[in-house]
Each structure stands twice: as structure tokens, then as C-alpha cells.
């Protein structure tokens, strides 16, 4: 990985640190952080999908409008989900039973977020125009802020399970 996109999902890691610190609103938080990431790279969609009556339903995201919801087990995120393990789809036509909401998604990570008792209560999806734009190496820069975002969320009585 190039050093700028290394320092890249760092500084994104710290701004929303900064952002949510004193705030336990967990949408307002979570809002912020698909902002900061969004603007972080080049990516062409970062936003999040929280469980709710057993599917997944679009939460706070940029970039165009996506679909609402996903059920367990279809597409990258609700793989994810499902497997409750971070997926990297390095190309989503490839990739069984993707969900194609924006033509110009090429490739795709998806983490699930999970509450203090283990359960994913919502995934954070990012997705690029670029083919193979993700590997291990952005999977270990996003999961502090994964982490982060859990600890955000737990910090809200609303995201649980559900
Ligand atoms: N492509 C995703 C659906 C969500 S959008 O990309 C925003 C998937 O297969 O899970």
C-alpha cells in the first residue's frame, strides 16, 4: 500500500475520533464517519447497513442513493453478515449473487460491526470504481476504525442487535 492511502485511512481513523468525542448519538456519529471516509480516497460509495428485522437496512452513507435492503446471506454485504467476517470482493462480478446498486462499483469491502456480546449489528461497506482496489493490508487499517465505530455505537442504546 502507498504511504499517502496508509496516512489517508489514519487521519480519517483520528478525525472521526475527534468528531464523535463527547457526542453519543450514534446516527449523527456515524454520519460523520462515512463524510470523513468519503472524502479519505477515491472511493465511489462508503456507508453503513444496520441489522433490522432479520435484514440489513440502509443507514447513514455518501455517495449515490443505494438500495434499502438486504437480506442475510445475499451479496457482498450480507455475506459479510452472515459469515459475520470482513469480506474483500476484489471483483464484484465475480462475486456470487452481488448486488449491483451503483454500475460503476468495481470492488468492495465490507466489515461487519458488532455489539459488546459478539452479535454484527450493521456492516460498514466501501465500495470503488476500481477493480481490485482493496486487499489485506486496507483490511488492516479499517478495522481501528471498525473498532472505533463499535465502541461509538455502543455508546448509543439504539444499536444493538436487533
Ligand atoms: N454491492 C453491495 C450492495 C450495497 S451497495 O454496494 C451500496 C453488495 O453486494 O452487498
Not at 110 to 131: E, H, T, Y
Request: net charge negative; glycine share 8%.
Amino acid at each position: 500500500m502507498e504511504r499517502d492511502r496508509r496516512e489517508a485511512y489514519r487521519r480519517a481513523l483520528e478525525e472521526i475520533r475527534s468528531v464523535a468525542e463527547g457526542e453519543n448519538d450514534a446516527v449523527a456519529n456515524l454520519a460523520n464517519a462515512a463524510a470523513i471516509l468519503f472524502g479519505a480516497l477515491p472511493f465511489s460509495w462508503v456507508g453503513f447497513y444496520r441489522v433490522s428485522g432479520g435484514e440489513l437496512v440502509l443507514g447513514p452513507f455518501q455517495g449515490r442513493p443505494a438500495c434499502v435492503r438486504i437480506a442475510r446471506g445475499r451479496g457482498v454485504c450480507g455475506t459479510a453478515w452472515e459469515k459475520n467476517e470482513a469480506l474483500v470482493a476484489p471483483d464484484v462480478h465475480a462475486f456470487p449473487g452481488h448486488i449491483a446498486c451503483d454500475p460503476e462499483s468495481r470492488s468492495e469491502i465490507v466489515i461487519p460491526l458488532r455489539a459488546p456480546s459478539g452479535d454484527a449489528w450493521g456492516v460498514l461497506d466501501i465500495d470503488s470504481r476500481n477493480v481490485d482496489d482493496f486487499d489485506e493490508e486496507d483490511l488492516a487499517e479499517l478495522e481501528p476504525i471498525a473498532r472505533l465505530l463499535e465502541e461509538i455505537a455502543a455508546r448509543d442504546a439504539r444499536f444493538l442487535p436487533a
